[in-house]
């Protein structure tokens, strides 16, 4: 959602998912490139040119602001010549400061100093991006909105990303011991802001979680502090530095000492604060259900789902894609199929590394050849497992030389690595999904600036296709995988339209029960505190196979799915409109060759 401000959501290194892309960088600076891509880059244009060393200055500046986010984009920032602000070591703010407003209006008096019609290929699409991302932030910046929506939920809320921030931190030399201790003692006035945040919530009526939820997670921290694995994380991160004993001992005391004053100690205060204001959090309900609540979810939904597309045009198209989907799945049944034979469909794969290898052994299929990945994944400890969250792609700074790495809930997913539905989740989170994507991104990216720029829609609506695609290499019985996705994509969603229904319509838990079945009553709860979360995975997925079916039908026999998947890639996570562009430019050259 576009209502998190923090600095720590901007740099958290997860994804699944929440990724960003990720490249290693030439001497210049710049993203090697490959193919057409180098061609487009010889032949820039002066305003090319000039535009160039402006995305240079402005990543610069945007790290700059935060360690966070330099951190997050290289493991050596100061010999890209980024120099960090006094106060660069906070986790960030809860709504945006006068520095925020500041460098958004900087950035876009300097776009406007561009011509847009001058820039060529990914310059214009870069451009593009820039320039809809912060009007579209400074649009959404107003008082009206700042305090609508939670800070508390259960699966993307401020006492669990913390954890997992801390948990998934990496140390790329000894400056950085230092810089992480200064971060975990930011943690008291993080959270101090975040209680401050929700006290202004409460005076507004606005404040509304599940306190027990939370209540129970900085507990379970807290009980569990002697054998947390953040100590342990943050230890094997020491031994990376491959230090002497007594550097690496010091170092070690350094942080726990960071984590037993600053770090543990906040959760209790988290405790007794938010227990305090038990009387002022109210019931959980849909945004629709609040001042500004159904035009503050329609612009949640245009940041979801990377368009400018109105909430009844977004409804619409969730109506109509249901209903496509109900008239296929009885027609399959009509046609003597048994859907219960999709439920014990089993990959042969019995290992998430022999997913991983069976993945990489099958991708060329369908998209680009890149470059051999190296990769390490492991399984998460329990106490860093959400549910909900079954695996994600930890993404590397853009100079990274090590491999990338993927981690999966085995606490709740358990030990069935042969059904299909894991193996979509290795898929969508390695490749040809995020992991995949960042090494495409590595290879193609003509700057920098790049990496910033990633909307969720391509994100995670990319990944979720991805995975899909992965499934026709299986060599499953057809009428089989149809009836799977079908049934999938009928669950999917129908959550999509149960979220209209509870954020954009104001469906009570009441109403919402009677339509679904008390089954489901835990869904409201988190679709009302998480609005629009799937919107980017199953919208996003809808947007691009919407195009991929346009460009088949129009193709023919000249339809080459690696070609498509190359366009659909070109430039990264942008937002579907520049995408489209890319897409087209695809079936125009394919007509013609």
């Given at each position: 959602m576009f209502k998190k401000w923090t600095a720590l959501l901007l740099a958290l290194a997860m994804a699944g998912c929440s990724s960003a892309p990720t490249s290693n960088t030439t001497d210049s600076g710049h993203a090697a490139q490959k193919g057409e891509d180098q061609v487009e880059q010889t032949n820039q244009s002066s305003e090319d040119t000039a535009f160039d060393e402006y995305l240079d200055e402005y990543f610069k500046e945007y790290c700059s602001r935060s360690y966070l986010l330099a951190h997050r984009y290289f493991t050596d920032y100061q010999k890209e010549g980024i120099t960090l602000k006094e106060d660069a070591y906070s986790l960030g703010n809860f709504v945006p400061t006068q520095e925020d407003r500041d460098f958004t209006n900087a950035v876009l008096e300097k776009l406007k100093g561009f011509d847009r019609e001058k820039l060529t290929g990914t310059y214009q699409a870069i451009y593009d991006q820039m320039t809809w991302s912060y009007e579209f932030s400074k649009e959404?910046?107003?008082?009206?909105?700042?305090?609508?929506?939670s800070i508390w939920s259960e699966n993307f809320g401020t006492q669990s990303e913390v954890y997992t921030y801390f948990a998934e931190f990496e140390l790329y030399n000894e400056n950085d011991v230092d810089a992480l201790v200064k971060v975990i003692d930011n943690v008291p006035q993080y959270f101090e802001e975040a209680i401050a945040f929700s006290?202004?919530?409460a005076k507004r009526d606005l404040l509304a979680f599940n306190l027990d939820s939370v209540l129970t997670y900085?507990?379970?921290?807290?009980d569990n502090q002697a054998s947390s694995p953040v100590f342990e994380e943050l230890d094997l991160e020491v031994d990376t530095l491959m230090l002497d004993e007594a550097k690496a001992n010091e170092y070690k005391q350094q942080i726990h000492d960071a984590l037993n004053r600053s770090f543990f100690p906040s959760y209790q205060y988290l405790i007794d604060e938010l227990?305090?204001?038990?009387?002022?959090?109210?019931?959980?309900?849909?945004?629709?259900q609040y001042e500004n609540g159904r035009e503050y979810y329609e612009k949640v939904l245009q940041s979801a789902t990377g368009t400018d597309s109105s909430l009844d045009e977004i409804n619409q198209e969730v109506s109509s894609a249901l209903m496509q989907l109900s008239t296929q799945g009885q027609q399959l049944i009509e046609s003597g199929f048994d859907m219960n034979s999709i439920m014990s469909i089993d990959t042969g794969l019995k290992s998430p590394e022999?997913?991983?290898g069976y993945l990489e052994e099958n991708y060329a299929k369908s998209f680009?050849?890149?470059n051999e990945m190296e990769y390490e994944i492991k399984a998460l400890p329990d106490e860093q497992s959400q549910s909900g969250v079954t695996a994600y792609f930890v993404n590397p700074p853009i100079d990274s030389t090590r491999p990338y790495q993927m981690r999966y809930n085995a606490r709740d997913f358990g030990q069935d690595f042969s059904s299909l539905s894991f193996f979509d989740t290795m898929a969508h989170e390695g490749i040809p999904g995020h992991m995949y994507q960042a090494q495409f991104n590595k290879e193609h990216f003509v700057s920098n600036a790049q990496y910033s720029m990633s909307d969720m829609a391509m994100q995670e609506g990319y990944a979720t296709y991805a995975g899909e695609v992965a499934q026709s290499w299986l060599g499953l019985d057809e009428q089989v995988l149809e009836g799977y996705k079908l049934n999938t994509w009928l669950n999917n969603y129908s959550i999509l339209q149960a979220d209209l229904l509870i954020n954009g319509a104001g469906v009570s838990k009441d109403e919402f029960v009677q339509i679904y079945g008390e089954q489901v009553a835990d869904i409201y709860d988190r679709l009302a505190q998480e609005p629009g979360v799937f919107f980017s995975y199953y919208f996003g997925y809808y947007l691009i196979t919407q195009k991929r079916a346009e460009a088949q039908e129009e193709l023919k026999d000249k339809f080459n799915e690696v070609e498509f998947n190359q366009a659909l890639l070109k430039d990264g996570n942008l937002r579907f409109s520049i995408v489209e562009e890319n897409i087209d430019e695809y079936i125009e050259k394919a007509k013609t060759s």
């Open positions: 959404s910046d107003q008082e009206k909105y700042l305090y609508l929506g006290k202004e919530q900085c507990q379970d921290t807290l227990s305090s204001m038990k009387d002022e959090i109210g019931e959980v309900v849909g945004l629709a022999e997913i991983l680009p050849v890149v």
